[in-house]
């Protein structure tokens, strides 16, 4: 992975944009909706950039910039259309220790702005490492399509009620289970009915443990799209040997990890209502279906 995924906190965050035209002009309507300071120099500028500096919202130089300009700053942008001298900036930029985007350059660049959907506090960002923006925008399009809307207020109402969720409940698994309850009644949706649902995540809050199943020698590829969300809610995993690249992927990120325990710790993690995934050779998978009859065996096409 070449390029590591961030969210920059933009509040007091100093942006440097050096040009004005229609490509600079589309990076400061991305810019613009951030928390972030924005100083833009340039000899010649677009109606758009005047009128975001008429607004108050961005600091304009209309000049040349200059060496001395590419200092104190957290990120820079260039966008002139002389090649040349995004390339001298951009040196100058890393030269000072400034995190620098030189556009259509990525050999320039110290971070690239990913395409994003915008859903409010819902943010997605995709990125082919500008290899190809162009399907990076068709695989927008598909999310723009299928995330609706109404995540946009239904995410504001979540973050209103976070802190009363945390003085309510005390446990982190039991708010992890609220929450889980709540999006699974109320959905991406936002309604009349999104606060009853909201109040009824609350009762009977008991944890159902789980155990899933699965042969180390499983191509993880193949298993159906039903095994993904089991394997995101997973609070441990058990396997006999180090997890495969493929499926450190697909499992839940933060789920603890261990090596296989005796049948009694197992039985007593899932009373708890522990939600585990039990990776181990086919003899012992089957040992483990034998007692466990409760246990889900994930198989590539079935659970």
Same mark, same amino acid.
């Given at each position: ?44 500028? +677009?109606?758009?950039?005047? !009128? #975001?500096?008429? =607004?108050?919202?961005? /600091?304009? %130089?209309?000049? &040349? ?126 309604? +009349?009915?999104?606060?009853? !649902? #909201?109040?009824? =995540?609350?009762?009977? /809050?008991? %944890?159902?443990? &789980? ?93």
């Amino acid at each position: 992975m070449q390029y590591f995924p961030l969210f920059i906190d933009t509040v007091n965050l100093n942006v440097l944009l050096v040009g004005a035209g229609d490509i600079a002009s589309r990076k400061l309507a991305l810019l613009t909706r951030t928390e972030a300071n924005i100083h833009v120099i340039a000899p010649h500028v +677009s109606a758009q950039v005047q !009128h #975001y500096a008429d =607004a108050g919202r961005i /600091l304009l %130089s209309v000049r &040349e910039v200059a060496h001395a300009d590419i200092q104190n700053y957290d990120l820079v942008y260039l966008a002139t259309a002389n090649d040349d001298l995004n390339a001298e900036l951009a040196t100058l930029a890393t030269a000072r220790g400034i995190w620098v985007n030189a556009v259509d350059n990525p050999a320039l660049c110290r971070f690239i702005t990913p395409s994003i959907v915008d859903r409010g506090r819902l943010v997605v960002a995709i990125s082919t490492a500008g290899a190809a923006p162009v399907f990076a925008r068709t695989i927008r399009s598909r999310l723009e399509a299928s995330l609706p809307q109404s995540l946009t207020p239904l995410f504001d109402f979540v973050a209103d009620r976070r802190v009363e969720v945390q003085q309510r409940l005390e446990s982190i698994a039991t708010r992890r289970l609220f929450w889980e309850r709540f999006f699974d009644t109320n959905g991406d949706r936002f309604d +009349s009915c999104t606060l009853d !649902h #909201y109040q009824n =995540a609350f009762d009977n /809050l008991v %944890s159902r443990g &789980e155990i899933l199943l699965l042969e180390d020698s499983t191509q993880v590829d193949l298993l159906p799209l039903a095994a993904m969300p089991l394997l995101q809610r997973l609070d441990w995993i058990y396997s006999q040997d180090k997890l495969s690249t493929a499926l450190t992927e697909l499992v839940r990120r933060d789920a603890n990890r261990a090596e296989l325990p005796a049948l009694s710790e197992i039985s007593h993690e899932y009373e708890l209502g522990t939600r585990m995934l039990i990776v181990a050779d086919t003899q012992k998978i089957n040992q483990l279906k034998a007692h466990f009859p409760v246990a889900k065996h994930l198989r590539p096409g079935a659970i």
